[in-house]
């Protein structure tokens, strides 16, 4: 089993900057994947960047250039930061961790609030 917690959410103008935190509690050695997602009312959950396997990085196109996701593997916390903030970016954000082994299984945090005020 694995637990996770984010933290950092707010409301914050366009343009503007946030770093959300996750950090990663129980299984941790069993994570293979790990990131954040996000999901905005009536929409689906949709990708917005994760360490992938090879600790290679994977962005949304939306968030490029804007969103950072970085790691300290001692404290095993995962942030998102972002800078640049559009009204778009609105939306609950989620810490997401994947185990692959015995099968697939997905982790969720509780989430946080973004909200970006135009």
């Known amino acids: 089993q694995v637990q996770l917690v984010e933290s950092g959410g707010g409301l914050v103008q366009a343009g503007g900057s946030l770093r959300l935190s996750c950090t990663a509690s129980?299984?941790?050695?069993?994570?293979?994947?790990m990131g954040w997602y996000r999901q905005a009312p009536g929409k689906q959950r949709d990708l917005v960047g994760a360490?992938?396997?090879?600790?290679?990085?994977n962005y949304a196109d939306s968030v490029k250039g804007r969103f950072t996701i970085s790691r300290d593997n001692a404290k095993n916390v995962v942030y998102l930061e972002m800078n640049g903030l559009k009204p778009e970016d609105t939306a609950v954000y989620l810490c997401?961790?994947?185990?692959?082994?015995?099968?697939?299984?997905?982790?969720w945090g509780q989430g946080t609030q973004v909200t970006v005020s135009s």
């Open positions: 997401n961790a994947k185990t692959f082994s015995p099968t697939l299984r997905n982790y």
């Open positions: 360490f992938i396997i090879g600790g290679r990085t």
């Open positions: 129980g299984s941790i050695r069993s994570i293979n994947a």
